[in-house]
C-alpha cells in the first residue's frame, strides 16, 4: 500500500467514527434537553464530544457547519447586544374583515392609478419575528426585531434551532438578511404547560408566548430545549435580482430556508378570500399557533413605490380571523389607577381559554360601559378576542341571573391614597371619567415608573417588582433605580446574590439610553414613540429641544407631523421646575441620553420640485412623499428657484412658466430615474 492509499483508508475509518460519534451525541442531547432525562453522565457525554473534535481537527475535510455539535453554542451568555438594523423592521396594519380589506385596495389603488394589482397571500405565524444576516453564505448574525430600529443580538439561540442553515446553498448572495418568524409547535405548549401545572408554576398563554420566552434565555441550552423552529418570509439584500414577493419566498426555499408550502399567487381580492377560507379549514389542526394571512402587492417595485407610513407599509395587510368567543363569570370588579389618575374599572374572570390564551380580566374602560352592558358582579358574560387584541366583555347574559348579582359602583375615594374622586367630563358628551386629583398618589407615580421603567428595557424589572421595591421604601421615583446597588436587593426575601447581581448588572447597561427613547419615557402628554423619534431627529439633542420649548416655540410647530397641541404640552412639560429636577436627578444617578443623528441630507437636499400633470406609475402624493423623502421640497407654482418641473400627461401652464423661466422639465422616465438612482 502507498501512502496514498494509506490515508484514505484512514480518512474513511474516521468518517465512519464521526458519523457515529455524531449520531450518539445527538441523541444524548435530545435525552438530556428534550425528554429531560439524563441516562449518561456529563463526563461520557463530554468525553465523546471531545474524541470528535480531535478527530475534526485531524480531518478538517468532515467539519459540517450544520452538524449537530455546531448548534448548541456551550456558554450562557451574561447580557445580550444590541443589533442596530439596516433596514427598519416595520409591523403590519391589521384588517378584521374582508370589507377592510377592500377599503385597503380602494386606499393604495389610488396611489397607483393605472397599476394592476397582484396579490401574495401567506400564514402569519404567530411567534417572535427574528432577522438573520448571512455573509458569503454564513449565518453571522440573528436578532430580535425590538423596536424596529434595534434589536437583541440572539445568534448563540437561533444556532439552536435546526431550520436555521447555518451556511446557504449556493448560490447564493454575497450579503443577505432573512427574515421570519421562530415558532414553538402548539405541541410543545401543551407539553410545557403539562409540566408546569404539574409543578404549580403559570402557564404559557399562547406559542408566541413560549417562542419570546425561550429567545430571551441567556443559556442557549434551555433553548435547544424547546425545540424551536423558524419559517422565513422575507429576504433583504442589494443584489437580489427578483421581481415580486413570490420569488423571494421560492429563493427562500432554494437557499436552504423553511418556507410555509401553503401560499397563493391571487390575481384580485375574491382569490385572496378563498385563500383566507382554505385556510380557515386547516387552521385548527396547523401544528404551529397562526392568528391570519399575510396578503402582499406581489411586485416588488409597486411595494417600493407604495412604501411605509409610521410603523407599517402601505403594500401589506394582516387579515386577522374573526374574534372568538367564550363565556365566563365576573368573579369581581376592580378598580386600576393610571398614569393620569383617571379610575378605569376591570372585571376578574374565571380564567377561561379563548384564542390561544388564558383570559381571567378585560378592562370595562368607564362606569358608562358598564351601564350599557348592565353588567354585574357574579354575570355570566360573552368575552371576545381575537389573535393578540385585548379582550373584551360584548354581552351579559342576564338570562342567567340568579338574582344574588351585586351593581358596581365606583369608589368615591382612590382606592389606592384615599383621596376622593372627581367626576371630570359631563354625561352630555357621552363619558364620564372619574379621576384620583392627587398629584402625589403612589399609583400614578407606579404607574409612570413601571412605563419610564419599560422604555429603559430593564426586562429584570417587572410591575412586580417595581411595587416590590417600592414597598421596602427602596426607590420613591424611577431615578432612584439607578442607584440600587446588589446589597439594597440581595437581603430582600426570594432575591438572593445571584438575582441581585443580575438585576444591577442589567440596570448598569442600560443606563444609556437614546434620545428618542428617554423621551417617549418621559410620558409627556401626546408625545408617543412616533412624535418623540421625530423631535429628536430634529433637534438632536435634549438641551436643543428643552431650550427651543421655552424660546421658539415656532421651530417645533414647523417640523412635520408634529401639531399645535403636542407644541403646548412639551412647553408646559418643560417648564415645570418639577420635571427638570427628575431629568436632573437622573443624570446625575448616572443615566446618558444619547443624541440623535440628525436626519442625513438626501440626495434631493436643496432642490425644488414643481409637479404638473398626471404621472401614470404613482399618484402625485406619492411623488411628493418620494421627493421630501430624498431631502427635496414641493412647490405649488415655477419660479426661477425651482430646480425640476415634472411634467405628466396634459401639463398645465406651469409647463410653459418653465419653458419661459429656463427650469429644467423632466418627463415621468426622467423623474423616476432620478429617485431611483443613488
Ligand atoms: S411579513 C412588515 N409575513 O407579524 C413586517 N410577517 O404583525 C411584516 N408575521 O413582525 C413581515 N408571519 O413577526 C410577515 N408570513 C408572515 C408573518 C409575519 C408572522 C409577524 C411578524 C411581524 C408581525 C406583524
Same mark, same amino acid.
Given at each position: 500500500?502507498?501512502?496514498?492509499?494509506?490515508?484514505?483508508?484512514k480518512?474513511?475509518?474516521?468518517?465512519?467514527?464521526?458519523?457515529?460519534?455524531?449520531?450518539?451525541?445527538?441523541?444524548?442531547?435530545?435525552?438530556?434537553?428534550?425528554e429531560?432525562?439524563?441516562?449518561?453522565?456529563?463526563?461520557?457525554?463530554?468525553?465523546?464530544?471531545?474524541?470528535?473534535?480531535?478527530?475534526?481537527?485531524?480531518?478538517?475535510?468532515?467539519?459540517?457547519?450544520?452538524?449537530?455539535e455546531?448548534?448548541v453554542?456551550?456558554?450562557?451568555?451574561?447580557?445580550?447586544?444590541?443589533?442596530?438594523?439596516?433596514?427598519?423592521?416595520?409591523?403590519?396594519?391589521?384588517?378584521?374583515?374582508y370589507?377592510?380589506?377592500?377599503?385597503?385596495?380602494?386606499?393604495?389603488?389610488?396611489?397607483?392609478?393605472?397599476?394592476?394589482?397582484?396579490?401574495?397571500?401567506?400564514?402569519?405565524?404567530?411567534?417572535l419575528?427574528?432577522?438573520?444576516t448571512?455573509?458569503?453564505?454564513?449565518?453571522?448574525?440573528?436578532?430580535?426585531?425590538?423596536?424596529?430600529?434595534?434589536?437583541?443580538d440572539?445568534?448563540?439561540?437561533?444556532?439552536?434551532?435546526?431550520?436555521?442553515?447555518?451556511?446557504?446553498?449556493?448560490?447564493?448572495?454575497?450579503?443577505?438578511?432573512?427574515?421570519?418568524?421562530?415558532?414553538?409547535?402548539?405541541?410543545?405548549?401543551? /407539553?410545557? =404547560?403539562?409540566?408546569?401545572?404539574?409543578?404549580?408554576? &403559570? @402557564?404559557?398563554?399562547?406559542?408566541?408566548?413560549?417562542? $419570546? %420566552? #425561550?429567545?430571551?434565555?441567556?443559556?442557549?441550552?434551555?433553548?435547544?430545549?424547546?425545540?424551536?423552529?423558524?419559517?422565513?418570509?422575507?429576504?433583504?439584500?442589494?443584489?437580489?435580482?427578483?421581481?415580486?414577493?413570490?420569488?423571494?419566498?421560492?429563493?427562500?426555499?432554494?437557499?436552504?430556508?423553511?418556507?410555509e408550502?401553503?401560499?397563493?399567487?391571487?390575481?384580485?381580492?375574491?382569490?385572496?378570500?378563498?385563500?383566507?377560507?382554505?385556510?380557515?379549514?386547516?387552521?385548527?389542526?396547523?401544528?404551529?399557533?397562526?392568528?391570519?394571512?399575510?396578503?402582499?402587492?406581489?411586485?416588488?417595485?409597486?411595494?417600493?413605490?407604495?412604501?411605509?407610513?409610521?410603523?407599517?407599509?402601505?403594500?401589506?395587510?394582516?387579515?386577522?380571523?374573526?374574534?372568538?368567543?367564550?363565556?365566563?363569570?365576573?368573579?369581581?370588579? /376592580?378598580? =386600576?389607577?393610571?398614569?393620569?389618575?383617571?379610575?378605569? &374599572? @376591570?372585571?376578574?374572570?374565571?380564567?377561561?381559554?379563548? $384564542? %390561544? #390564551?388564558?383570559?381571567?380580566?378585560?378592562?370595562?374602560?368607564n362606569?358608562?360601559?358598564i351601564?350599557?352592558?348592565?353588567?354585574?358582579?357574579?354575570?355570566?358574560?360573552?368575552?371576545?378576542?381575537?389573535?393578540?387584541?385585548?379582550?373584551?366583555?360584548?354581552?351579559?347574559?342576564?338570562?342567567?341571573?340568579?338574582?344574588?348579582?351585586?351593581?358596581?359602583?365606583?369608589?368615591?375615594?382612590?382606592?389606592?391614597?384615599?383621596?376622593?374622586?372627581?367626576?371630570?367630563?359631563?354625561?352630555?358628551?357621552?363619558?364620564?371619567?372619574?379621576?384620583?386629583?392627587?398629584?402625589?398618589?403612589?399609583?400614578?407615580?407606579?404607574?409612570?415608573?413601571?412605563?419610564?421603567?419599560?422604555?429603559?428595557?430593564?426586562?429584570?424589572?417587572?410591575?412586580?417588582?417595581?411595587?416590590?421595591?417600592?414597598?421596602?421604601?427602596?426607590?420613591t421615583?424611577?431615578?432612584d433605580?439607578?442607584?440600587?446597588?446588589?446589597?439594597?436587593?440581595?437581603?430582600?426575601?426570594r432575591?438572593?446574590?445571584?438575582?441581585?447581581?443580575?438585576?444591577?448588572?442589567?440596570?448598569?447597561?442600560?443606563?444609556?439610553?437614546?434620545?428618542?427613547?428617554?423621551?417617549?419615557?418621559?410620558?409627556?402628554?401626546?408625545?408617543?414613540?412616533?412624535?418623540?423619534?421625530?423631535?429628536?431627529?430634529?433637534?438632536?439633542?435634549?438641551?436643543?429641544?428643552?431650550?427651543s420649548?421655552?424660546?421658539?416655540?415656532?421651530?417645533?410647530?414647523?417640523?412635520?407631523?408634529?401639531?399645535?397641541?403636542?407644541?403646548?404640552?412639551?412647553h408646559?412639560?418643560?417648564?415645570?421646575?418639577?420635571?427638570?429636577?427628575?431629568?436632573?436627578?437622573?443624570?446625575?444617578?448616572?443615566?446618558?441620553?444619547?443624541?440623535?443623528?440628525?436626519?442625513?441630507?438626501?440626495?434631493?437636499?436643496g432642490?425644488?420640485?414643481?409637479?404638473t400633470?398626471?404621472?401614470?406609475?404613482?399618484?402625485?402624493?406619492?411623488?411628493?412623499?418620494?421627493?421630501?423623502?430624498?431631502?427635496?421640497?414641493?412647490?405649488?407654482?415655477?419660479?426661477?428657484?425651482?430646480?425640476?418641473?415634472?411634467?405628466?400627461v396634459?401639463p398645465?401652464?406651469?409647463?410653459?412658466?418653465?419653458?419661459?423661466?429656463?427650469?429644467?422639465?423632466?418627463?415621468?422616465?426622467?423623474?423616476?430615474?432620478?429617485?431611483?438612482?443613488?
Amino acid at each position: 500500500m502507498n501512502k496514498m492509499q494509506v490515508k484514505k483508508i484512514k480518512s474513511l475509518v474516521a468518517a465512519k467514527r464521526i458519523g457515529k460519534l455524531r449520531e450518539e451525541i445527538a441523541r444524548l442531547r435530545n435525552l438530556y434537553h428534550v425528554e429531560n432525562a439524563p441516562n449518561v453522565t456529563d463526563e461520557v457525554y463530554d468525553s465523546l464530544t471531545r474524541e470528535l473534535k480531535e478527530l475534526l481537527k485531524k480531518h478538517p475535510e468532515f467539519i459540517d457547519k450544520n452538524a449537530p455539535e455546531n448548534r448548541v453554542a456551550g456558554k450562557p451568555l451574561d447580557k445580550f447586544v444590541k443589533v442596530k438594523h439596516k433596514t427598519r423592521m416595520l409591523s403590519l396594519n391589521d384588517a378584521f374583515s374582508y370589507e377592510e380589506l377592500y377599503d385597503w385596495e380602494k386606499r393604495i389603488q389610488k396611489l397607483v392609478p393605472s397599476q394592476k394589482l397582484n396579490y401574495f397571500c401567506e400564514v402569519k405565524f404567530d411567534g417572535l419575528a427574528a432577522s438573520l444576516t448571512y455573509e458569503n453564505g454564513i449565518f453571522v448574525r440573528g436578532a430580535t426585531r425590538g423596536d424596529g430600529f434595534v434589536g437583541e443580538d440572539i445568534t448563540q439561540n437561533l444556532k439552536t434551532i435546526k431550520s436555521i442553515p447555518l451556511t446557504l446553498q449556493s448560490p447564493f448572495p454575497s450579503f443577505v438578511e432573512v427574515r421570519g418568524e421562530a415558532l414553538v409547535s402548539k405541541k410543545m405548549l401543551a /407539553k410545557l =404547560n403539562r409540566v408546569n401545572e404539574k409543578e404549580g408554576k &403559570p @402557564l404559557f398563554a399562547n406559542t408566541r408566548n413560549v417562542a $419570546a %420566552g #425561550s429567545l430571551r434565555q441567556l443559556d442557549p441550552k434551555l433553548v435547544a430545549e424547546r425545540q424551536l423552529n423558524f419559517v422565513a418570509y422575507d429576504m433583504l439584500g442589494d443584489s437580489l435580482a427578483l421581481r415580486t414577493h413570490s420569488d423571494k419566498h421560492k429563493a427562500l426555499g432554494e437557499l436552504g430556508f423553511e418556507v410555509e408550502k401553503l401560499e397563493a399567487k391571487c390575481k384580485n381580492l375574491s382569490d385572496v378570500i378563498a385563500f383566507i377560507q382554505k385556510f380557515e379549514k386547516v387552521r385548527p389542526n396547523f401544528p404551529y399557533g397562526t392568528d391570519g394571512i399575510v396578503i402582499s402587492v406581489d411586485d416588488l417595485r409597486l411595494q417600493e413605490i407604495l412604501g411605509a407610513v409610521g410603523k407599517a407599509p402601505r403594500f401589506m395587510v394582516a387579515f386577522k380571523y374573526p374574534a372568538e368567543r367564550a363565556t365566563t363569570i365576573v368573579l369581581d370588579v /376592580k378598580v =386600576n389607577v393610571g398614569r393620569t389618575g383617571a379610575l378605569t &374599572p @376591570l372585571a376578574i374572570f374565571k380564567p377561561t381559554p379563548v $384564542a %390561544g #390564551s388564558t383570559v381571567s380580566k378585560a378592562t370595562l374602560h368607564n362606569m358608562d360601559q358598564i351601564e350599557r352592558l348592565d353588567l354585574r358582579i357574579g354575570d355570566t358574560v360573552v368575552i371576545e378576542k381575537a389573535g393578540d387584541v385585548i379582550p373584551k366583555v360584548v354581552e351579559v347574559l342576564t338570562k342567567m341571573r340568579t338574582g344574588k348579582e351585586k351593581k358596581f359602583k365606583m369608589p368615591v375615594a382612590c382606592p389606592v391614597c384615599g383621596t376622593s374622586v372627581e367626576k371630570k367630563g359631563a354625561k352630555a358628551l357621552l363619558s364620564v371619567a372619574y379621576y384620583c386629583v392627587n398629584p402625589k398618589c403612589p399609583a400614578k407615580n407606579e404607574r409612570y415608573i413601571e412605563h419610564f421603567v419599560s422604555v429603559f428595557d430593564i426586562y429584570e424589572l417587572g410591575p412586580k417588582i417595581l411595587r416590590r421595591f417600592k414597598d421596602e421604601g427602596l426607590i420613591t421615583d424611577a431615578a432612584d433605580i439607578f442607584t440600587l446597588t446588589k446589597e439594597d436587593i440581595a437581603p430582600l426575601e426570594r432575591f438572593g446574590e445571584k438575582s441581585a447581581e443580575n438585576i444591577i448588572k442589567e440596570i448598569e447597561i442600560k443606563k444609556k439610553i437614546p434620545l428618542a427613547k428617554f423621551l417617549w419615557g418621559l410620558g409627556i402628554l401626546h408625545v408617543g414613540e412616533e412624535t418623540a423619534r421625530d423631535l429628536a431627529l430634529h433637534f438632536g439633542t435634549l438641551e436643543k429641544l428643552i431650550s427651543s420649548t421655552q424660546l421658539d416655540l415656532n421651530e417645533i410647530d414647523n417640523i412635520e407631523n408634529i401639531g399645535g397641541a403636542v407644541t403646548k404640552s412639551l412647553h408646559d412639560f418643560f417648564k415645570d421646575k418639577n420635571n427638570l429636577n427628575f431629568i436632573n436627578k437622573l443624570r446625575q444617578n448616572g443615566v446618558v441620553v444619547e443624541k440623535a443623528q440628525k436626519k442625513k441630507a438626501g440626495k434631493l437636499t436643496g432642490l425644488t420640485f414643481v409637479l404638473t400633470g398626471t404621472l401614470s406609475q404613482m399618484s402625485r402624493e406619492i411623488a411628493k412623499e418620494k421627493i421630501i423623502a430624498l431631502g427635496g421640497k414641493i412647490a405649488g407654482s415655477v419660479s426661477k428657484n425651482t430646480a425640476y418641473v415634472v411634467a405628466g400627461v396634459d401639463p398645465g401652464s406651469k409647463l410653459k412658466t418653465a419653458e419661459n423661466l429656463g427650469v429644467k422639465i423632466l418627463n415621468e422616465k426622467e423623474f423616476l430615474d432620478i429617485l431611483i438612482s443613488t
